[in-house]
Every structure is written in structure tokens, then in C-alpha cells.
């Protein structure tokens, strides 16, 4: 009798051992699929492994290549440019998305379950999209401005660097403005109607009501949604490759691009691991950044 009661209270639900028990698959996991290849790639950053020389240990020597490498040099500074452009657009086009739909009474769910589609969309798919859409030659995006007598001639992403840029921002916010606008249209629902209906009573404009009333209550979740979209930013390379292949001319030759090159193209296993760890901690900052950020909030 004993022994069956102790054993029952051994499986109940609030037992901390119960609950060590269950989290133990979830832990494998993680450690076998997170864990594991992070340890694996801050191993091989400091490996002379470039499929000519013997695997040695090289130390700091990758590293070292990396600062002196005026390719890399460029590919850090076409990801700062591409982050920023795409998170700021991202965010913009999400914002505008969910003022949009908050207002929306009738078919708003239709409307919403729409709006998921560009973000469901495979990227190497919308990458192929836009290759169509950019074409000088049969592309709509030439030929509306060309209508609109706007341009006097088609665009070509393909040969100038000035635009090959934001022809990659363009399609990489389209895949992510509807994540961007799923949180912040949560954080607009949220708020209670009663606050602008003070605010309306108090003499407040719209323009005043969003910046003195909506925006400081959805700052959390804007500011979750602009660390996501960020961090996808900084890895991003699946848009980029049937879009542009990172040229012309580097001019979207990112890091993910870089790292992706000396792994597949150079077989430079080091060098592209010590790219990598470089990566994730420029990521690993920004990310500390908007924690830093939300705590204060």
C-alpha cells in the first residue's frame, strides 16, 4: 500500500522530477541539433582546413584572414546595408498593414488569412518571382513605370549595383512584412478601445493618437518583431541567390553569401566557419541589444 502510494506521487504532474523527466527528449534535441554544430564550428574555425593543406590547427588564423580580406571586408558591409533597408522597410510595410486591417470589419479574417501567403511562400520561390518581375525584358515592374511614364526606359537590377540592392530589400520585405504585420495587428487588437476614446474626448488628432497613445503601446511587440527580423535579415542568402547571385559586381554579396562561397565554391571549410562564428556574433549582439531594450520597456 505503501509502495503504490509512493509511486503514484512519484508521476504526479507537479512532482520536479516528473517534470525533469519530460523536458529530457526536448534537451537531447537541442543539444544534438543546436548545441552540437555550434561547438562543431567554433572547432573548425580554428582548423587549417582548406581541402589542399593536411587538417592542422591553425589558431587564430582564419581569423586573422578574415580582417585582412578586403572580400569580406565588403560582404559585412552589403549585410549592414541590406539589414537596415529590409528591416526598416519590413517594418514600415508591417505597420501600415496592421493599421490597415485593425480597421477592417467585415472580411477581416479573410484579409489576414491573405496576407500570410508572401510569408509562406518558399524564399528561394519569391527569389525566382521577383528574378521574373525585375526582368528588363518581360518584367511587369519595368513595364508599369514605363506606363506611368515614371522611367524612360527598363530597369536592370542585373547591371546596376545602385539598384541591385534594393531590388534584393524589395523582396526580401515582401516575404516578411506579413510576420511583421501578424504581431504588431495582435498588439493594435489589444488595446483597449476605451484609451482612444479618451484620447478622441481630450481634442487628440489621429496623428496625435497614434504617436502619443498607439505607438508607445505597441512597442514591445515592435520591438520583438524588429530583433526577428534582423537576425532573418543578417542569414539571409536564399533570396539573394536566384535573385542576384550576389552581384553585380558584389554589390549584393552579403555574408551569408561569403560564407556560402567558401564552403561550397572554396571548400575553404575553416575560413567559412570562422565566418560563421563571426556571424553569429554580430547576431548574438543585436540580439542582447533589443533584450536590453524590452527590459527597459
Known sequence: ???????????????????????????????????FPALLL?????LLYDNVHPVSFSGLGNYQRLWTSRVFGISVERIMVFSLGSTAMTSLGGLILALCLSNVRKGGGLLRSL??????VPAVV??????????????????????ARLIAKPLSIYSDPSLAMWGVIIADSWTRIPFMGIILLAALLSIPEQIHEAARVDGA??????????????????????????????RTIDIIIPLTAGGPGRATYVLGYYIWDQITKSLNFGLGAAAGVVLFLITSLITLVFVYLLREK
Open 1 to 35: 500500500m505503501n509502495a503504490s502510494t509512493g509511486g503514484a506521487r512519484r508521476l504526479r504532474i507537479s512532482n520536479p522530477r516528473y517534470g525533469l523527466l519530460l523536458n529530457i527528449p526536448g534537451l537531447l534535441i537541442v543539444l544534438l541539433w543546436v548545441v
Open 42 to 46: 567554433l572547432a573548425t574555425s580554428f
Open 115 to 120: 496576407m500570410i501567403i508572401p510569408w509562406a
Open 126 to 147: 519569391s527569389g525566382l518571382i521577383w528574378k521574373w518581375m525585375f526582368s528588363p525584358d518581360f518584367g511587369v515592374i519595368s513595364d508599369l513605370l514605363m506606363k
Open 205 to 234: 488628432d489621429t496623428l496625435r493618437r497614434f504617436f502619443y497613445v498607439t505607438l508607445p503601446m505597441i512597442q514591445g511587440p515592435l520591438l520583438i518583431g524588429l530583433m526577428i527580423t534582423t537576425i532573418f535579415s543578417f
